[in-house]
């Protein structure tokens, strides 16, 4: 008996859905009245549309049915597979990469893969061959057509075809030999075992409905020859106009009925069905788009739809989630409105920011792959520690994150981390664990020889104990690792995985109660444990695969572990939502096929997202494609994919039945103009010029209009601006939230800072004056009255007192990076030892001329600096290359300072009764930090002020040289510069550089020299460039004489004035927002917390500047006034 097949055509809202739903429910109730259910079929394209049925076909004539036999054409197919005395298995996708992984290194291993060598490792490779084979698979295209296609082409690819031929055959091979079957050869599976009569749960049906589909796989139209044998109806729904004008729209529904009407029964009616409600907005799309523009007559009638072009990205989402919003405040129930866009993935994040903070309930259709969580990449992170051979990087990514928290005694609850991290940056050892290690042992003993020679002091015990807590931080760590160094087979890696992340306490990362990150927690403790799930299955998995391959799984080290693991998890996804109701629906646009959408919003419409742009298939070409099915084979051509774009932006867009909401980004993340998709120009030009504006929405301006309020942060930004403009209602209403009440506090702080930064003359406290009693108190203890300053910190704090703040008060360092540098510091250290050493033994020897003979300088020089910097101390090769370098340049200063030492002798030779003497060597005065030099004379501090102005300062002079002319007694002050810039004349006499005159003051009240010597000159000698360098010279005067008495008063004046001055200045807690450029070398680090770059923009306006070197008559704290009073 020959089955009734009718083919339903019609465009979208012919209603053929509603005709084939009428049909199903007449059999359903006729089976329910012959107590036969379970006689019908119905085949949708996708589970969603499948859903949409069920829901459906209730209705008050049947209020209930039983055996619906509503499916997807693969979860029929799978019902039929697993109704079979020896079900077939399906391979999953993740052992699906693994045993093409598995053929693909087998070929490599027996030399069968030439043309692919460079790349057959590659987890690229396997996502060409895996999505090749598909293709091929989709179409039930064997291995052998596939070798016979290849076969008649004329070109040079002989190599590629066989090797792609190859591993698809072994592949078929093994799946069959394993009795299993992938995504496509399901409905292989399922096909054949319709042919031999394996029905399964299924009879004979009294009707059969596929509804949705434009066109049909190959084995599909086979399975439909099957199953019109098996019923009395079949129906058909296609979308295509019954009078043809759309041709490449409709062109896979044109190919699909002819394929229908030639392999069903030659009784097939084609049933036409037409549109019969009346023109709208929506008919319009369904009807015109896509048809030719000359013969389209514009629509009036566009009262549905909305064309949204937004500025950027982030902003569209933000408009559509105020859309949203606005149906839900009007009553829509949240499950008629679905959010599309071409993908979700291009969105990432911002769909979830978005909507939550809106407070709209959604639900993402897309899954997320595993790779994007940030719980999954600190797994690899662990891995990658041992791959990197502890790079400082790595190493800290994971110490430093807080999925590490392991329940050791050397953690030390997170402590011992921030010791081994400054240790590693002293040591500059950026990555090398046996370095590493061997380093911090070598620390550990020195600091435990230093404190044993210096019990008493608590800066030896508190360096011995931070270094041992970092050597047994590493050591536990290393320890722990010690398994990822060896070989193992898969299913032990991945229990070493699981045990190691345990150890590390990754799961405590999610057990703590804090209400603010409870969504995180959760999604983490979720992702965690369907990720050990997918390990374990994948174990299972692997293990099979290798006793198909008859041989044991051979041993991996770590690196082929990761690299095995990163292709096994390649594409696979979770669903962190799986509760719909009474939620919105974020869905792909591939996703609402078939579905019924009552308020349908489409977001992302720029040109890039339709049509897709084509990428060329890098295995063959289009014309090798074409070639290709002219001998048989149906591979897809770039003319099919913009027939298919065309279809879906159909298909997408006569979803709504109520209402249409487009949008697109008119401007890119960089500004940059963007266009709208040529498909949604289309669209607007089925309607009348007008009838459809394309409203520009959302500005670059954060501030949002009352109507687009959607989130507390909208409301907040609102309630600010409002308050600015006197209308304090609604900041006075979210006062009265308790929500908000702590968020209010923050603003009324953050608007009292305002007004004191951008209108208050003067610095205020907002810019680095301390003003409760508190701060100035802590300020004081900091500094008190016996504290010593260095001359640095004076310098420092006249050239930015914010960064003085910041490092001496907050107590604030800039972390040395670990990687290897040139480190100018202790460049300088260096030589300032070796000069120290060089002229002790010189003096030793009792004669001043040798002092400066260039031939018994240089080699003594050499000799100390071999001493000096010497390469048992050297961990790495690198190291000892950069420390050869360093020596180097260091001799090459030995042998310039020999000769600047001998010009000088000549020099003050000619100038003085004989040579200079040298009396003086790091000369400490106050408490120098560092170890005394028992050799030295200790010097107590010098003292500048009277009364409560006293201040005292400590330093150390470099040389004090000293000798005579005609019987007077004459000093130099000499400062050692590795550097090559050196203050100028004007900034040492304002006192902006005080250094050298400090030490001139400290040198003679201290009595470092004879109370009847004068000073001669303070110099710098710069020992890569000239020598020494007297920057209080005159000028004018051919000869060199001794200082002025002038310049000498001036800086006697000067400094008596102005180091109490900067003092006080420091303990009433004034540190201003300015920066003196012409001297200051503000830190990089510093700038993100000091504000000198707003200030500058207001400061002559507002007074927001000070002369920290005037302190005649002022005191700190009417000079802080005045500053305010300006």
């Not at 043309?115 to 490792?121: E, L």
């Amino acid at each position: 008996m020959q089955p009734d097949v009718q083919i339903l055509t019609g465009i979208a809202g012919s209603g053929k859905t509603d005709r084939l739903l009428d049909e199903y429910r007449r059999t359903l109730q006729e089976g329910l009245k012959q107590h036969a259910p379970g006689k019908t079929l119905w085949i949708s394209p996708t589970v969603r549309s499948r859903k949409q049925v069920l829901d459906q076909l209730l209705s008050p004539e049947m209020p209930v049915c039983f055996a619906p036999h509503v499916f997807t054409f693969e979860a029929f197919a799978e019902t039929i597979l697993q109704s079979l005395d020896q079900p077939v298995q399906t391979l999953p996708e993740i052992s699906k990469r693994y045993l093409l992984r598995s053929i693909v290194d087998d070929l490599i291993a027996a030399g069968q893969i030439q043309y692919f060598s460079s790349i057959a490792g590659t987890s690229g490779f396997l996502d060409l061959i895996s999505h090749f084979i598909s293709e091929l698979k989709r179409e039930e295209i064997w291995p052998e057509q596939f070798s016979e296609a290849c076969a008649r082409l004329k070109m040079d690819s002989r190599q590629k075809d066989q090797e792609l031929a190859l591993i698809y055959d072994r592949y078929q091979v093994a799946l069959h030999e394993m009795r299993r079957y992938d995504s496509e050869g399901r409905f292989w599976s399922a096909r054949t075992a319709l042919q031999e009569g394996m029905w399964g749960p299924f009879g004979q049906f009294d009707l059969i409905v596929l509804d949705g589909f434009a066109d049909f796989t190959h084995t599909q139209y086979e399975i439909l020859e099957l199953l019109a044998a098996r019923t009395s109806r079949l129906l058909i729904s296609l979308p295509l106009e019954n009078e043809l004008r759309r041709q490449d729209l409709f062109a896979k529904s044109v190919v699909a009925r002819q394929v229908l009407e030639r392999r069903l029964p030659k009784t097939i009616q084609i049933v036409a069905c037409e549109r019969n409600e009346p023109a709208s907005s929506r008919s319009q799309i369904c009807e015109a788009l896509f048809d030719n523009p000359r013969e389209m007559k514009p629509s009036k009638a566009a009262e549905h739809i909305k064309v949204l072009a937004v500025a950027g990205q982030r902003n569209e989402l933000e408009v559509l989630a105020v859309e949203v919003k606005q149906l839900l405040l009007q009553g829509v129930h949240p499950e008629e409105i679905s959010l599309v866009f071409r993908s979700t993935l291009e969105y990432g994040d911002l769909i979830h920011e978005t909507l939550s903070a809106a407070g709209i309930p959604y639900f993402l259709g897309q899954e997320q792959e595993f790779s994007r969580f940030p719980v999954i990449r600190a797994i690899f992170a662990f891995l990658q520690i041992e791959l990197d051979n502890w790079s400082f990087d790595s190493l800290m990514s994971i110490l430093d994150s807080n999925y590490f928290s392991p329940d050791w005694p050397e953690f030390k609850s997170g402590t011992a981390v921030r010791s081994l991290s400054r240790i590693l940056r002293q040591l500059k050892i950026d990555s090398g664990k046996t370095d590493i290690l061997n380093a911090l042992e070598k620390e550990c003993r020195k600091a435990a020889e230093l404190h044993a020679r210096y019990p008493d002091q608590p800066k030896r015990q508190a360096i011995l104990e931070e270094v041992e807590s970092a050597y047994q931080l590493a050591k536990r760590l290393s320890s722990e690792t010690q398994r990822l160094r060896g070989k193992e087979l898969f299913v032990t890696w991945i229990d070493v995985l699981t045990s190691l992340a345990n150890e590390f306490g990754l799961p405590k990362a999610w057990s703590n109660e804090d209400a603010r990150t409870e969504a995180l927690d959760q999604r983490d403790q979720l992702v965690w444990e369907r990720f050990q799930k997918l390990l374990f299955h994948a174990v299972s998995e692997v293990d099979q695969i290798e006793q198909f391959h008859q041989r044991e799984a051979a041993p991996q080290d770590l690196i082929t572990f990761r690299s095995l693991l990163l292709d096994l998890l390649e594409q696979q996804t979770l669903a962190l939502q799986t509760e719909e109701a009474g939620r919105i629906q974020v869905l792909d646009a591939s996703q609402l096929r078939n579905l019924s959408v009552p308020y349908l919003l489409v977001g992302g419409l720029s040109e890039a997202s339709f049509p897709r742009s084509h990428r060329e298939d890098c295995l063959y070409s289009e014309k090798d494609r074409g070639e290709l099915n002219e001998y048989g084979l149906s591979l897809k051509r770039h003319a099919n994919q913009q027939q298919e774009e065309m279809l879906l932006f159909y298909e997408v867009m006569t979803r709504f039945t109520k209402q249409l909401i487009l949008s697109y980004p008119a401007i890119s993340s960089t500004g940059q103009p963007l266009f709208a998709s040529p498909y949604l120009s289309a669209l607007i030009d089925l309607y009348e010029p007008g009838a459809i504006a394309v409203r520009q929405v959302g500005e670059l301006n954060p501030l949002p209009r009352r109507d687009q309020a959607m989130s507390t942060r909208d409301i907040r930004i609102l309630a600010i601006d409002e308050l600015k403009r006197n209308q304090p209602g609604l900041f006075l209403q979210i006062l009265d939230e308790p929500g908000f009440q702590a968020t209010a506090r923050n603003i009324l702080g953050a608007a009292e800072m305002a007004v004191a930064r951008f209108e208050q003359e003067g610095f205020t406290e907002y810019e680095g004056v301390m003003v409760s009693a508190a701060s100035r108190q802590a300020i004081c203890e900091r500094f008190p009255q016996d504290y010593e300053f260095s001359t640095t910190q004076l310098e420092l704090y006249l050239a930015c007192p914010f960064q003085f703040f910041a490092q001496n008060v907050l107590g604030i360092e800039v972390p040395e990076p670990p990687e290897l540098r040139t480190n100018f510091l202790q460049r300088g250290i260096h030589v300032h030892s070796i000069l120290t050493r060089l002229y002790e033994q010189l003096s030793a020897e009792g004669d001043n001329a040798q002092l400066y003979v260039a031939d018994q300088i240089e080699p003594l020089f050499l000799e100390l600096l071999e001493k000096r910097v010497s390469d048992s101390d050297v961990e790495s090769k690198l190291q000892q290359v950069l420390l050869s370098i360093e020596k180097q340049i260091l001799e090459d200063w030995g042998g310039l300072f020999a000769e600047q030492s001998e010009t000088y002798g000549q020099l003050f030779e000619e100038l003085w009764d004989s040579v200079p003497a040298i009396v003086g060597r790091e000369v400490p005065f106050g408490k120098v930090p560092g170890e005394p030099d028992p050799s030295q004379r200790q010097y107590q501090h010098l003292t500048l002020g009277t009364g409560s102005r006293e201040t005292r300062i400590r330093g150390q002079i470099d040389r004090i040289d000293v000798g005579t002319v005609n019987g007077q007694k004459y000093f130099n002050i000499i400062d050692y510069k590795t550097g090559r810039s050196v203050p100028s004349s004007s900034e040492i006499r304002s006192g902006k550089k005080l250094q050298l005159a400090l030490y001139l003051i400290a040198a003679r009240r201290l009595e470092m020299i004879d109370a009847d010597a004068e000073p001669f000159h303070l110099g710098y000698w710069k020992i890569q460039e000239s020598g020494f360098v007297m920057p209080l010279k005159s000028a004018r005067k051919k000869l060199l004489e001794p200082i002025s008495a002038e310049d000498l008063e001036i800086l006697e004046v000067t400094l008596e004035g102005l180091v109490p001055h900067l003092a006080a200045f420091i303990r009433s807690g004034f540190f201003p927002v300015q920066v003196d450029e012409k001297i200051a070398h503000l830190d990089q680090a510093f700038q993100s917390v000091c504000r000198v770059s707003q200030v500058e923009s207001y400061r002559d306006r507002l007074g927001k500047q000070i002369d920290l070197l005037q302190f005649a008559d002022s005191d700190p704290d009417s000079s802080a006034e005045q500053t305010q009073a300006t």
